[in-house]
């Protein structure tokens, strides 16, 4: 069974900080979800990594895949407070059914003025 | 134009009764789904279905039923719901032969038993 672990699962931080978000996965994947959930919304699709070696950048994110270290990474440059919200990341289990997401538990970032 | 939709967006109900929730996609896509999440916010698949077929039926208490009368549509029927049912249901739907197998979410259906 796919199991996906994010960390950390709170994270509080200055504006202007860097920092990074990790997804580790427990079995093969080839796709793997970033999305974006702000209080009391729906999830938005931030990214969506294909590959190994995936690298994909929006404004202040930037999301990569390593697939042989099953893990991929969120990096937040210099956040500001429109951040704050929650982000899941997501994977399919390559040896299973293509529709079937498996979510981590969500990082709840919060970033202070 | 909101491309999933989701009704009602907010069930206030008493425990034993018997509740609906109703989705709609205007994207054109093939599959929907519904997820659960609970007050910890975590999500988990309940169904899948793909062009009115049922593919996903993960381990969920068979008071819950879906049904898809097209494949834009995909309602949920809940019965003798219990406390434990108290959670924020979201709707999903993603297109057959992306390359990306991308899922958009409705905007959810926030359920309270009581």
């Known amino acids: 069974e796919l199991k996906v672990e994010q960390n950390p699962l709170f994270l509080s931080m200055q504006e202007g900080k860097n920092y990074t978000i990790y997804c580790n996965y427990s079995?093969?994947?080839?796709?793997l979800y970033w999305y974006r959930q702000d209080p009391g919304k729906s999830l938005e699709s931030l990214f969506v990594l294909l590959s190994n070696g995936a690298v994909k950048q929006e404004g202040r994110l930037m999301a990569s895949l390593d697939t042989k270290a099953r893990l991929s990474t969120l990096h937040i440059t210099a956040a500001v407070h429109d951040l704050s919200a929650t982000y899941f990341c997501a994977a399919v289990y390559s040896g299973g059914s293509n529709y079937k997401l498996t979510f981590g538990k969500g990082t709840l970032l919060t970033v202070n003025p | 134009d909101t491309a999933v939709s989701q009704t009602p967006k907010y069930l206030v109900t008493q425990m034993g009764n018997d509740k609906s929730i109703k989705c709609e996609q205007n994207l054109g896509h093939d599959t929907m789904y519904w997820y659960k999440q609970d007050s910890k916010k975590f999500l988990k698949i309940m169904f899948s279905?793909?062009?009115?077929?049922?593919?996903i039926n993960e381990t969920v208490p068979n008071r819950f039923s879906p049904k898809s009368p097209d494949k834009a549509h995909l309602n949920l029927h809940i019965n003798s719901l219990e406390l434990g049912d108290s959670a924020v249901y979201f709707c999903?739907?993603?297109?057959?032969?992306?390359?990306?197998?991308?899922?958009?979410f409705g905007e959810g259906s926030r359920l309270t038993v009581l």
């Open positions: 999903a739907s993603s297109q057959d032969g992306s390359n990306t197998g991308e899922l958009f």
């Open positions: 279905y793909n062009n009115k077929e049922l593919i």
């Open positions: 079995t093969t994947s080839d796709r």
